[in-house]
């Protein structure tokens, strides 16, 4: 007996008619046909079903303040840390922690069922330690949320902020995050990422790192980053966030980066939607895009996920909790329009992030959680394309959220009277087609 039993889904690696077996929250079976009898049946319909998103990037204790105290006016980095550090001394546990639900509320109706968040440990009271550790608990049934000890004013440039990053970790928190380009000086920079990579080789933990996240050619911390990685041992256990000092750095110096972060086997988590929004801001004519350099980075092999970073907060004012939306920007911003692109664009926010975070039983194969989301769109290039309705988003073996699917109706003389999106799937582009 099945609990659960999903009908004639397409799947992310082009197999199309395939039936999935859910039985005590873990997937059975992927076939075409299965023969048994289930508790629920959901057709598919021909839709795609994916594993969820994950978003490897996030700050859930700043989500949803927009406005609070002001509105960021330059729109640089450096206003909105500002703007945080003066948000932080007001923030309750109890206020971080209903904003924090709130939003993970509809990052599951995106079927978006893991995040890696930062939390800034710059305050030593660690309010918003406290009330993400209560949070990541809280959502534990729906989303798995995986925290990053993140000095955000710096790690040697606040005071408090050592002590703090170590009793963040103590206290439950899993990762060690850094930002060596807020420091005063390159070479405090350089240091941080040096005692940072030694905590978390000391404790037996990953690293995620706010990384020149600046326009900055000369902001070259992401080379020491690769070089403590393999001195620690802590190979394919580290990330660089952002890196967007990249996009502006000497071709030769990249000719030599990118081979040695690959030998570090570092991860590589851009962040397109704030990254396009906040670099360049120095620029007149042209303006730089300021993003890392994504098509090179997964040329050599190095795992690139993409993250939201922020929704509504002191440093962007959109998002959605779509990771769709983020992979939308990265084709255009990027450059990376074909089909096999946004196939690769789209394991930047499924596959790749579930593999550095880590998460245990993680895809559709047999014997993996029963997590997935079903989209109203027939592969993952029209997912991204279209940023479709999750018809249903599946945890553990349970629907936790549905969407009705948008069909838009027509009144016009001799046309259909309705349009389905999903429907117009290009018929004559083939894999690596323009
Ligand atoms: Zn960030």
């Known amino acids: 007996m099945i609990d659960l039993l999903i009908r004639g889904a397409s799947l992310p690696d082009g197999r199309q008619g395939q039936d999935i077996a859910i039985r005590g929250g873990r997937i059975v079976d992927v076939a075409p046909g299965i023969d048994a009898e289930a508790g629920r049946v959901l057709d598919a319909g021909g839709h795609l079903a994916s594993p969820p998103f994950v978003d490897a990037h996030f700050h859930m204790d700043a989500t949803l303040s927009l406005g609070l105290p002001r509105m960021n006016v330059s729109g640089t980095l450096l206003e909105g840390i500002a703007l945080w550090g003066e948000l932080r001394p007001t923030l309750t546990r109890e206020a971080v922690v209903d904003r924090a639900l709130r939003y993970c509320d509809l990052a599951v109706s995106k079927g978006l069922m893991a995040v890696r968040s930062h939390v800034d440990v710059s305050d030593p009271a660690l309010v ?32 408090d902020a050592a002590k703090a990053l170590e009793r963040a970790l103590d206290m439950g928190v899993d990762v060690v995050g850094g930002i060596p380009h807020f420091e005063r000086t390159l070479e405090a920079g350089r240091a941080s990422v040096e005692a940072l990579c030694r905590i978390a080789a000391e404790r037996g933990l990953r690293v995620d790192m706010h990384c020149d996240e600046t326009d900055d050619p000369l902001s070259r911390h992401v080379e020491t980053l690769a070089e403590q990685t393999l001195r620690f041992g802590l190979e394919g256990r580290v990330a660089g966030s952002h890196l967007t000092s990249m ?5 030769y110096f990249v000719s030599k980066l990118i081979p040695l972060m690959a030998e570090a086997r570092l991860a590589a988590i851009p962040n397109p939607l704030i990254n396009i929004m906040i670099q360049g801001r120095h620029d007149t004519y042209p303006k730089r895009r300021g993003l890392t350099r994504i098509p090179e980075l997964i040329e050599a092999g190095i795992d690139v996920a993409l993250g939201q970073d922020c929704v509504m907060d002191p440093w962007y004012s959109m998002g959605t909790g779509d990771l769709l939306d983020v992979a939308h920007m990265a084709v255009h911003a990027t450059q990376m329009g074909s089909q096999d692109d946004k196939r690769t664009l789209f394991d930047a926010v499924t596959t790749v992030p579930a593999r550095i975070l880590g998460l245990e039983g993680y895809g559709l194969a047999p014997g993996c959680h029963a997590d997935l989301v079903i989209l109203q769109a027939t592969d993952p290039a029209e997912a991204i394309r279209l940023r479709p ?27 259909p009277g309705t349009v389905d999106p999903a429907a117009y799937a290009p018929r004559h582009a083939r894999q690596g087609g323009a």
């Open 389 to 415: 309705a999750r018809l249903a988003v599946i945890r553990r073996g349970r629907v936790v959220a549905e969407t009705a699917p948008e069909i838009p109706r027509l009144s016009l003389e001799g046309r």
């Open 128 to 159: 918003t330690v406290e009330a993400l550790l209560e949070v990541r608990e809280r959502v534990a049934p729906y989303l798995d949320l995986q925290l990053v000890a993140f000095p955000q004013d710096g790690y040697f440039r606040h005071p």
């Open 247 to 251: 996009h502006s750095m000497d071709n």
